[in-house]
């Protein structure tokens, strides 16, 4: 069985590159899919005719009262998120190896969950973490204490913001804000240079120990950022295993081991049947 296979090549592996898409934070509660969640969380939102969250990515807004009445909410709602099983078991698993963490998620999930910040690369940014659009400058801030400000001043019935001197503005120009987020050319990605060295320095170290690439929950979004160097740098390696766990997309490249099956199963699995 591959899942065998799977916790085997855990296992033997020295060194281990974790690669966590959306997927990843779906059982911790963040699905921008789930109609029903959405209904429940933001129902001011139907009328306007939006039935789940990925709807909304990039949506043009005619009126930042009804923007920030929503993102805030939204955001807020991922803020009040705290340490999930699945990282926890992912941590559990990986503790006592060399690893590291490649994310495309926003949402902090991994640095809640008692992973360390030296051994986390977001290259697509931090979303509570404010920067203007412009931009005028690189600077960001953390916008954590103004989105739950925010949060306080949204009308339920019609989700827009209440009172318009909170819509967030530039301290500097006075411009329109958005998150720190690769979302255009506007995104200032000077905070994550760091978090880049640090990848290529683990990569350095240890490319040259039995390594696994461990990927969970990536799929075609943006596989340019996870999944297509993942492949890349495993075809390269003779002596690396690759694991992709993925319940749509779990296709792998010759040799790899692929699980068609959701993430909180595989975990699950993994942890309690560990060599």
């Known amino acids: 069985m591959n899942i065998e296979k799977a916790i085997q090549a855990i296992s033997s592996a020295d060194a281990i590159l974790i690669g966590a898409g959306a997927g990843m934070s779906v059982p911790a509660g963040i699905d921008l899919m789930d109609q029903e969640s959405f209904a429940k969380n933001y129902p001011a939102m139907l ?5 789940f969250g990925y709807q909304l990515m990039g949506y043009p807004y ?5 923007r920030w009445g929503y993102l805030s909410t939204s955001l807020n709602n991922m803020l009040q ?15 006592d190896k060399e690893y590291f963490v490649l994310t495309t998620n926003i949402d902090r999930l991994f640095h809640k969950n008692d992973f360390p910040e030296d051994k986390i690369y977001t290259p697509q940014g931090d979303t509570f973490y404010f920067q203007c659009k412009l931009p005028c400058t690189d600077e960001v801030w953390d916008a954590r204490e103004q989105i739950q400000e925010m949060a306080k001043n ?3 019935k019609t989700q827009y913001l209440t009172n318009e001197d909170l819509i967030p503005r530039c301290p500097n120009c006075g411009g329109e804000v958005y998150m ?16 880049a060295k640090n990848l290529n320095n683990w ?3 240890n490319s040259h120990k039995k ?21 890349n740098m495993y075809n ?7 694991i992709r766990i993925n319940a749509d997309y779990s296709d792998v490249p010759e040799g790899g081991i692929g699980l068609k099956m959701d993430i909180e199963s595989a975990l699950d699995y993994f942890l309690s049947n560990q060599e």
């Open 47 to 51: 009328q306007y005719g939006f039935t």
């Open 62 to 66: 005619q009126d930042d009262r009804l």
């Open 81 to 95: 998120l705290g340490k999930d099983k699945s990282y926890q078991n992912l941590l559990q698993l990986v503790k």
């Open 154 to 156: 949204v009308d339920p």
């Open 180 to 195: 720190n987020v690769r979302s255009g050319g506007f995104f200032i990605d000077d905070p994550y240079e760091q978090g």
């Open 203 to 205: 990569l350095k170290k």
């Open 211 to 231: 390594l696994l690439f461990l990927e969970i929950g990536v799929g075609y979004n943006t596989p340019g950022v996870i999944r297509y160097p993942f492949e």
């Open 236 to 242: 390269q390696l003779q002596d690396a295993d690759f």
